[in-house]
């Protein structure tokens, strides 16, 4: 008797070599797929939640100065008002990054669930829509990070007006505050 395996326990063999590399194939698809998701919810929400704290944050810091201050002209709110606007609108950009960052995590998790499982080499494959899940998700992933990226420029140029506002106010009050004009730093001037 030979030792060596007879054609169809040969073939038996190679049939269960490839069946248990096709689960191995789909199990790191699915831990990938499920790694991903979970960093990246959690990094882009502390993001933008940063975002939305130090913008909002410094509107009620505006809000509390003036009320500290209690008497304030009406030519010194202009001013004021400026600042609010920006905090607001840093407010606003980071809730639209979470929403874009809520697109994201779905056209990525809507690709995933488009590509076909395979029980041949290559056990995973792109399905007629994945490729355009893929796109929407780049798409709105770069629209979140550009909300976020606005908002900390809102909050840059927002905290500039309000250290022109306290000048002038305090100038007004006749404080004489040494500073020097940087609003300009902000937008680049």
Not at 1 to 28: C, F, G, I, L, N
Not at 39 to 57: F, H, M, P, Q, Y
Not at 83 to 89: D, E, K, T
Request: charged fraction near 15%; proline fraction near 3%; include cysteine.
């Amino acid at each position: 008797m030979s030792d060596q395996p007879t054609p169809h326990e040969h073939e038996k063999w190679v049939y269960e070599q490839v069946r248990d590399e096709k689960r191995r194939a789909h199990d790191r698809f699915a831990e990938f797929h499920l790694a991903l998701s979970e960093s990246t919810i959690k990094s882009s929400e502390l993001t933008l939640r940063t975002a939305v704290i130090i913008n909002g944050g410094a509107a009620i810091s505006v809000l509390a100065f003036i009320a500290a201050q209690g008497r304030i002209g009406i030519s010194q709110l202009g001013g004021i008002a400026d600042c609010l606007i920006l905090f607001a609108l840093g407010v606003a950009s980071a809730t639209a990054g979470m929403c874009f960052s809520y697109l994201t995590h779905y056209f990525t998790f809507a690709g995933q669930e488009s590509n076909k499982l395979s029980g041949e080499p290559p056990f995973v494959q792109s399905g007629p829509t994945t490729k355009w899940w893929k796109l929407s998700a780049r798409v709105v992933y770069d629209l979140a990070i550009l909300a976020c990226l606005a908002s900390l420029i809102l909050f840059v140029m927002g905290m500039f007006d309000v250290k022109d506002a306290i000048t002038a106010f305090s100038n007004d009050r006749g404080l004489n505050i040494p500073t020097t004009n940087t609003s300009h730093l902000a937008i680049g001037c």
